[in-house]
Structures are given as structure tokens and as C-alpha cells.
């Protein structure tokens, strides 16, 4: 089992940053690739980006290319999502998950946070 939890979300205006954390604990976390994932108000959970266990690979969705990055540092066991501006859409309850195989949308993740909530205003 791995045991993920999230932080660092909250109110933002539109063009703002924010910085999400995922501190992992109860298996090796650098067997893990890791993905962050959204949840938006009267959507799909949608994948946002993802990261290899080394940290060299990373993957990012669309909307989030050259405004979102991925990071982790295996020695504190944590996952990063840095979210430089902002926008609207952007907001929804962000879950960070782990995946032993993958670090792209095609993952299973069996292993998920309780999420945090983003909300981006106009």
C-alpha cells in the first residue's frame, strides 16, 4: 500500500501560481511513477500530468503544456505540481496518484490521495 496525501491548494485569482505537494508513505517511492489528476465541478476526472520514477520523464496533458511542471524528490518522498497561470478552468479538486508501471493518462493508479481543492477566480 501507499498512502498519498495532498496539500498546497487554496484560493487563487486568474494568472496567479500555486504549488501542490504529494507526500507518499508505506512503500519505496521511487518504485512509484506518479500522476496528478483533476476533478472539476460537473466533470470527468481528467488527467493532468505525470512523472517516472527517476523523475526524467514527465507528461502533461493539453491545456496544462508549458504553464503546469511536474517535479519529485525521491529523498522526501514528495511530488510537485507547480501551476504558474492560472486560470478559471483550471479549478477543481486536485488528486495526486501512484502507479507502478506507468506515468502517462494510460495508467491504472491504484493508489490515490484525498485530493485538494484549487479554485481559481476571474
Known amino acids: 500500500q501507499v498512502q498519498l496525501v495532498e496539500s498546497g491548494g487554496g484560493l487563487v485569482q486568474a494568472g496567479g501560481s500555486l504549488r501542490l505537494s504529494c507526500a507518499a508513505s508505506?512503500?519505496?517511492?521511487?518504485?512509484?511513477?506518479m500522476g496528478w489528476f483533476r476533478q472539476g465541478p460537473g466533470k470527468e476526472r481528467e488527467f493532468v500530468a505525470g512523472?517516472?520514477?527517476?523523475?526524467?520523464?514527465?507528461y502533461y496533458t493539453d491545456s496544462v503544456k508549458g504553464r503546469f511542471t511536474i517535479s519529485r524528490d525521491n529523498a522526501k518522498n514528495t511530488v510537485y505540481l507547480q501551476m504558474n497561470s492560472l486560470k478559471p478552468e483550471d479549478t477543481a479538486v486536485y488528486y495526486c496518484?501512484?502507479?507502478?508501471?506507468?506515468?502517462?493518462?494510460?495508467?491504472?493508479?491504484?493508489?490515490w490521495g484525498q485530493g485538494t481543492q484549487v479554485t481559481v477566480s476571474s
Open positions: 512523472i517516472s520514477r527517476s523523475g526524467g520523464r514527465t
Open positions: 496518484a501512484a502507479d507502478r508501471f506507468q506515468y502517462g493518462p494510460g495508467g491504472s493508479y491504484p493508489y
Open positions: 508505506g512503500r519505496t517511492f521511487s518504485n512509484y511513477n
